[in-house]
């Protein structure tokens, strides 16, 4: 391995010193490769790109656009959450916490699924908290895959982090297809998907990056599939809460199902604290301790004062609930208003962060490079879905752009002014 010392700490900027720094990488053998090519981020050239939301972030800080691109809240969440955080801090909740969450949190966990869903959970055995939606789904697919053949079936497009994971387990990625403008999976692709070769089917409800949701047919399907093939299904519900038309319904409701399901989820969405990092999985004891298995040597644990404030978040009124899926969609309803008005074709999300415009009625062939140029042109960044689909199926996704609703009114309204530009 060549040297790695001061080439690269000097400057990476110049040429030979970049192309130094590409042959050093390259020369490291190891799972990362895989892992990076998985997520699509291994250039023609060999060289390692940031994740799409890393690289919209630093663009939009360097032009100073609005940030529609990377999904968090520019505003803080409930001020009672907050505070149970900060009491836990100055009260000494600075050490470790138990390696599968503190009780309280874990129990407020399974009052919750009990409250919102009917699912009854042991908290003492059917739930773990993680450190994040994130680390619950490595660990669950790190647990559960790894044998030679193994496939896992996610629709696409799909979050970033599934094929990152999945590749870095070495197990193969299938898709099913969502296709514009509902994005609703297809009966017949997902049977040609699950075989018995499927170890695992992961489902994103609601969907990022569409906005959209599942519909019992297709739930009910998905458990038969597995079932069938013996499968397990692991869901993200990271956007539980940030529904518009219709209660969420958790895949581990249906008959049949929650013998063979986990079920993901996280505080960062509902309480508007993506920085902390409080995830959570649940389902049958003998699931939750093969992902336990892997996880405690992933992170161990992580954010002990956080857990409390989110236990403290899990048990707000109805009306905290109700409150934020209100808002949300007033947001969507504008972010939706604005981009009509711009010239795009709109598929209205029923729940999520996301809203996923076409950008074709504008003269655009290629989102990528229109997401690159939009904070030039409007001021304003946003993610091309092609940063969520395997390059085969690029071509499809060509023209759509996902644009986040998660941001102030007067934020949404600024970069609606500045989007009407462009037509
Ligand atoms: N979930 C966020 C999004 O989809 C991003 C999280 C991240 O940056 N990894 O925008």
């Not at 190891?30 to 790109?49: E, K, M």
């Not at 809240?73 to 959450?81: A, C, K, N, T, Y």
């Not at 994005?183 to 049977?191: I, S, T, Y």
Request: hydrophobic content about 45%; proline content about 7%.
């Amino acid at each position: 391995m060549p040297g790695m010392g001061p080439d690269y700490a000097i400057s990476l900027s110049g040429p030979r010193t970049v192309a130094l720094y590409r042959e050093a990488m390259r020369q490291i053998p190891g799972a990362w490769h895989r892992t990076a090519a998985g997520a699509g981020l291994v250039g023609s050239d060999g060289s390692i790109h940031p994740t799409i939301f890393a690289e919209m972030s630093a663009l939009a800080a360097r032009t100073g656009a609005i940030n529609l691109g990377q999904g968090f809240p520019d505003e803080d969440g409930p001020s009672e959450v907050l505070e149970v955080a900060r009491a836990a801090i100055a009260n000494g909740v600075n050490q470790y916490p138990p390696g599968r969450g503190i009780p309280d949190l874990r129990a407020s966990i399974a009052e919750h699924q009990q409250r919102f869903y009917g699912l009854r959970l042991d908290p003492e055995r059917d739930v773990i908290v993680t450190a994040g939606a994130t680390e619950a789904l490595a660990a669950a697919l790190l647990a559960l895959l790894g044998e030679p053949d193994d496939e896992i079936v996610v629709l696409e497009p799909f979050y970033d982090s599934y094929a990152a994971v999945a590749a870095l387990a070495g197990a193969r990625l299938v898709t099913v297809p969502l296709r514009w403008p509902d994005f609703r999976p297809d009966l017949d692709d997902l049977r040609a998907a699950v075989t018995d070769r499927t170890r695992v089917i992961l489902v994103n409800d609601p969907h990022n990056p569409t906005g959209a949701m599942l519909d019992d047919e297709i739930r009910d399907e998905i458990v038969r599939l597995a079932d069938r093939h013996d499968a397990v299904i692991v869901t993200d519900e990271v956007y539980e809460h940030l529904v518009f038309d219709r209660p969420h319904v958790p895949i581990a409701t249906r008959p049949g199902a929650w013998e063979r399901t986990l079920t993901i989820s996280s505080g960062g969405k509902t309480f508007s604290t993506t920085g902390w990092k409080i995830g959570w999985i649940s389902g049958p004891a003998p699931l939750v301790d093969a992902v336990l298995a892997v996880k405690q040597f992933l992170t161990y644990v992580n954010g002990s004062p956080f857990q409390p404030a989110i236990a403290t978040g899990l048990r707000l009124d109805d009306a905290f609930f109700s409150g934020i899926a209100g808002a949300l969609r007033t947001k969507r309803d504008l972010l939706g208003a604005g981009l009509r008005t711009a010239g795009f074709e709109v598929s209205t999300p029923a729940g999520s962060y996301f809203t996923v415009a076409d950008a074709r009625p504008l003269g655009v062939t290629d989102a990528a490079a229109f997401c690159r140029a939009l904070p030039e042109r409007a001021g304003v960044v946003a993610i091309p879905l092609t940063a969520f689909v395997t390059p085969g199926r690029r071509p499809d996704y060509a023209t759509l752009v996902r644009f986040a609703a998660c941001k102030r009114v007067d934020v949404l309204e600024e970069a609606a002014s500045r989007l009407s530009a462009l037509g």
